[in-house]
């Protein structure tokens, strides 16, 4: 299927940049239908109901993702947008921590931030400047604090990936 797609847009629109977001892993505490998955046999089981995520669960969940947008974008000639990889680094951050998500502890937060610093990652990669500094503020509400510490997170992020001197 992606096969398809990209060779219909290639065709069909050979100047378009075509990009992979790489999502992120719900947050720990989600309970509700998720995949388990196992490694070892590179197969995804079936959906196993109200199973409690739990900080181990996400951080594999999170490798899997990651590692499968790396394959598809290393397979495809495709560049990635890390998305993922910048809600990785705010969990770890303590200043942040697991509040990107909505109370359904899945989808991205206004509030939480999580909205905000996708924004961020995405610009970064799409305009190659630096978020860092940038005087945009959403309608919603966020410190000052949490604005610059998200800009620094998703300037990480793509500078792992694009490397140091990529956004200025």
Not at 75 to 86: E, K, V
Not at 134 to 145: D, K, Q
Request: aromatic letters at 10%; glycine letters at 6%; charged letters at 25%.
């Amino acid at each position: 299927m992606v096969l398809k797609m990209l060779t219909y847009l290639r065709e069909n629109y050979p100047n378009a940049k075509i990009m992979w977001q790489q999502v992120w892993s719900k947050e720990v505490g989600y309970q509700g239908p998720y995949t388990q998955v196992n490694i070892d046999s590179n197969f995804m089981g079936v959906p196993e109901v109200s199973k409690v995520l739990t900080k181990e669960k996400q951080t594999q969940n999170y490798e899997i993702i990651r590692d499968c947008a790396l394959d598809i974008c290393k397979t495809f000639q495709i560049d990635r947008i890390p998305s993922g990889d910048a809600w990785q680094l705010a969990r770890a951050d303590q200043r942040i921590g697991d509040t990107l998500c909505k109370k359904d502890k899945t989808h991205e937060n206004e509030e939480g931030g999580g909205q905000y610093l996708n924004a961020c990652v995405w610009y970064e990669v799409l305009t190659g400047n630096s978020c860092i500094g940038n005087t945009f503020r959403p309608h919603y509400a966020l410190s000052e604090e949490k604005i610059t510490i998200l800009q620094e997170i998703a300037h990480q992020a793509v500078a792992a990936v694009y490397g140091e001197n990529y956004a200025k």
